[in-house]
């Protein structure tokens, strides 16, 4: 995948925090996810949201909740 190339020490990640890219980057875009330098933080308050809750939908499946 492009995160895989482009990010760096990407394998290295954890699965939670490959799966935060690849949300913020399915919401924000990777161009400006780029700009900001792959960094979250950075990102808008709307793509933040929709990390964090990509992550809790993700934690209540594999919880089997």
């Known amino acids: 995948s492009y995160c895989k190339i482009n990010y760096f020490n990407y394998l290295e990640l954890s699965c939670e925090e490959k799966q935060d890219i690849i949300s913020a980057v ?26 964090r809750k990509v992550r809790d939908i993700y934690n209540k499946i594999e919880g089997g909740g």
């Open 26 to 51: 399915h919401n924000v875009g990777i161009g400006r996810f780029e700009e900001k330098n792959w960094a979250i933080s950075k990102m808008p308050t709307e793509t933040r949201k929709h990390v």
